[in-house]
């Protein structure tokens, strides 16, 4: 919400006049001292004058960022009263008491709910329609007497006796694993830290968990039997390849653990009797470079997505007997022009999250029949998921819609029937009205006659005369997509006519793995050309003003900003690729 006021209140912001200015002069911003600094990698010499703003513990590096700070509030202090009315709006627009679509497992329905006055969810379960409200985890007792509470893993034993769940209460992503009793309301005495991934065996008192080393890296998976020492608990493996993580889950069909070692471009996956964790993991295939595989089991069969025959993956079985490769039967070949995202195996239905032309797809495939459909959505521009669906008998397919204009939306498929059911639509008040809206997909080329894709939405009425102010966001790394989804805080930006663009540049997977690969290693300046060009397209389309625009990027959308504020530093003067060099 912070970044929206403070985006809102310096494109829409009243200006001071000569008067105020004179009254309330602007600071100077502090400047970093430079010191020297040399690293030697691979016969290169990197330099590097502003290192010494690492070494956090250091004075002069607190100093220096609370100077950083008071600059930043003694520039925004013009525009409080208007942070403050943007803040009231933003906050008009959120229902604080609501609950999430109930989801069943095991007997349960399983939801979450939020309340008017908590800063966190409770998450909670129902025995059946009309049964009294048990609380599993409420977030807001974890985060009593703590600076910060985030939830991480979250699992229930099969039997629905024991929830597994991981706490961060540092806001450095360092997770603590805790077992709740729910049959007593007790937390067990046995705790892990620095967890990441966990799953229940089928015995319902063993729990297999990853761990991080001190890079961050999820290395090592153990095993933990209920009502033991922590400190004895058996490591099962290390991965000691440092590009390579580690992570465990289950098989929905509830056959098998699955342990995968991946790298970002390169898998191997081991899996356990989910019914025996005493017993040996297995390997289903050795790793090989550059390739990836992930598995899901069903009868006597694993279901594999791999890009073995192409960068945008297929889907192949092998039988669980012997799923050597030699062995893998491709039953969705590979498509060059369509990405498959991800996979969900059910009794008698394999469902494919895949990606075509820029947007996600749901595929349904009748195993019985070997019918595919599509579910069909009813914008040009959205963004639909596959949501939690842990029953493997289940004919019925949860998955949540939105779009820049719909707000998240969850819906049950019906997956013999062919018909999608409206379960419930997230509530926006405060006077939102989808219909006040305009969403556009555009294509911007970029420097070397590529088309990047653009979402740019905008309220009815803003003039496309060159005048409007406009906001730009991207990412375009690790081949992630630029979902559309729906953010009612940006309505305080849309309803002041500022224009929104969401930028799916090369180096994001919208368009793929081919797209991804196009923006990486040493392709990485596509992406930052591919912003830049999209807000030069904006700009000459009139969509917006040239000297009116801001730009975001989040984690390592920080990099993008990065260079293309030193490629393009004066855009309000140069938003033409003509006059600019691009080397």
Known sequence: MLKYLVIAAMMIGSTPSPAEEAKTPTPKPPVAKKVPKETRINGDVLKDDYFWLREKSKPEVREYIEAENAYTDAVMAPTKPLQAKLYKELLSHVKETDESVPNPEGGWMYYSRVVEGKQYPILARKHGAGAAEQITVDVNELASGEKFMALGAYQISDDGNFAAYSTDNTGFRQYRLNIKDLRTGAVLPEHVEKTNSIAWANDNKTIFYVVEDSAKRPYRLYKHLLGTDTAKDELIYEEKDESYNVDVYKARDKQFLFMVLGSHTTSETRFLDANTPTGAWKTIAPRIHEQEYYVDSRGDRFYIRTNKDGRNFSIATAPVADPGRENWKTIVPYRPAVMIDDFDVFSNFLVLTERENGLPEISVTDLRTSKSDRVRFPEAVYVAAVGPNKEFNATSLRYIYQSPITPPSTFDYDMEKKQSTLLKENQVPGGFDRNNYVVERLWAPSYDGVKVPVTVFYRKGVKKDGTAPLYQYAYGSYGIPLNVTFSSNRLALLDRGVVIALAHIRGGGDLGKPWHDAGRMLNKMNTFKDFIAAADF????????????????????????????????ICGRQCSPKSHSWT
């Open 538 to 569: 904006l700009v000459q389309n009139k969509y917006a003003a040239k000297d009116r625009i801001a730009i975001e990027g989040g984690s390592a959308g920080g990099l993008l900003m990065g260079a293309v504020t030193n490629m393009r530093p």
